[in-house]
């Protein structure tokens, strides 16, 4: 079982940035996929960005490319979404997954379908 929580959502201009964090806790030497998944009311669950936790590997959804970094302190069993040039219609609930698997390099690695595990979610509001 893995425990996750996100943090560093708020409110922010367009053009601005936000750093979000994904703790990650309830698990040891496995390989786990994680990703970064974003919801507006009335609007379907998309993918946004994942990551290897073992071989820091990445994937974007096109929406985001050249604009969000994913990233990862294993240390600290934390990864991050930098989201810089923010636009309004950035504007979601951000929630980080997980799954007991490697992560493709592909586009099956933004499914919410292939994550077992969930945080709470942090709102990100782009004005």
């Known amino acids: 079982h893995v425990q996750l929580v996100e943090s560093g959502g708020g409110s922010v201009q367009a053009g601005g940035s936000l750093r979000l964090s994904c703790a990650a806790s309830?698990?040891?030497?496995?390989?786990?996929?994680m990703g970064w998944f974003r919801q507006a009311p009335g609007k379907e669950r998309e993918g946004v960005a994942a990551?290897?936790?073992?071989?820091?590997?990445?994937y974007y959804a096109d929406s985001v490319k050249g604009r969000f970094t994913i990233s990862q302190d294993n240390v600290k069993n934390t990864v991050y979404l930098q989201m810089n040039s923010l636009k309004p219609e950035d504007t979601a609930m951000y929630y980080c997954?997980?799954?007991?698997?490697?992560?493709?390099?592909?586009?099956?690695?933004?499914?919410?379908?292939?994550?077992?595990?969930w945080g709470q979610g942090t709102q990100v509001t782009v004005s």
């Open positions: 997954a997980a799954v007991y698997r490697y992560c493709s390099g592909g586009y099956w690695d933004l499914r919410p379908s292939q994550y077992n595990y």
């Open positions: 309830g698990y040891t030497y496995r390989e786990i996929c």
């Open positions: 990551i290897s936790t073992g071989g820091g590997s990445t």
